[in-house]
């Protein structure tokens, strides 16, 4: 078993490849939120596009 010595702190081979994989973990996690964040910003848009489209008829046909 290979060490890796960072100034008083030990770390095992194994335990350097569970924090790379719970990086990588944390990385897809990551991407994941920001693909829903753009996702819903894109529906919010959509709707509020679409108010003001019925706003600007409402004004229009002075309902509003």
Not at 23 to 31: F, G, I, M, P
Not at 36 to 50: S, T, V
């Amino acid at each position: 078993m290979s060490l890796v010595l960072d100034k008083e702190q030990m770390w095992s081979a194994e335990e350097i490849r569970d924090l790379i994989l719970f990086a990588k973990e944390l990385q897809q996690t990551n991407e994941d939120l920001r693909s829903g964040i753009i996702l819903m910003q894109a529906k919010l848009d959509n709707e509020e596009a679409k108010v003001k489209k019925l706003l600007l008829v409402l004004k229009q046909n002075n309902i509003w």
